[in-house]
C-alpha cells in the first residue's frame, strides 16, 4: 500500500497554523518574503508562494499588496467538508459522468 505524504508547501503551512496555534503568531504578524523564507527553508520560493497561497485561500492570511502577508486577526471558518464534496458531485453529475466512471476515476486515485 503506498503513503502519500503531504506536499511540502502543505507541511510548510501547517507549520505555520501550528506556530499560530502555540502563540508564536499573532494577528497581524508580517510573515517572511516567500524569497526570504524560502532562502531560511531551502526550497524554491514557489513552494512558499503556494503555502501562503492556500493559507489566504482559508482565511488564515492575508497580503497587502507590497507591503507582504500577514496573519489573520479571525481566521474564517472552514467550509463544510460535506457540503463542499456535496457540490463538487453535482457539479460532476451536471458534466454527464455516469456514477461508474466517478467511482472508476476515485478507485484509481487512491
Do not use: W
Amino acid at each position: 500500500m503506498k503513503v502519500q505524504r503531504p506536499s511540502l508547501y502543505q507541511v510548510i503551512g501547517d507549520n505555520i497554523k501550528k506556530r499560530i496555534a502555540a502563540g508564536q503568531l499573532k494577528g497581524g504578524d508580517k510573515l517572511p518574503s516567500c524569497r526570504e523564507f524560502a532562502e531560511e527553508l531551502g526550497v524554491n520560493p514557489n513552494t512558499v508562494q503556494r503555502a501562503y497561497t492556500v493559507l489566504e485561500e482559508e482565511g488564515v492570511v492575508f497580503t497587502i499588496a507590497k507591503k507582504g502577508v500577514f496573519i489573520s486577526s479571525s481566521p474564517r471558518p472552514r467550509p463544510d467538508r460535506g457540503q463542499v464534496l456535496a457540490s463538487k458531485i453535482a457539479e460532476i453529475k451536471n458534466m454527464g459522468f455516469t456514477k461508474e466512471e466517478v467511482l472508476s476515476a476515485i478507485q484509481s486515485q487512491y
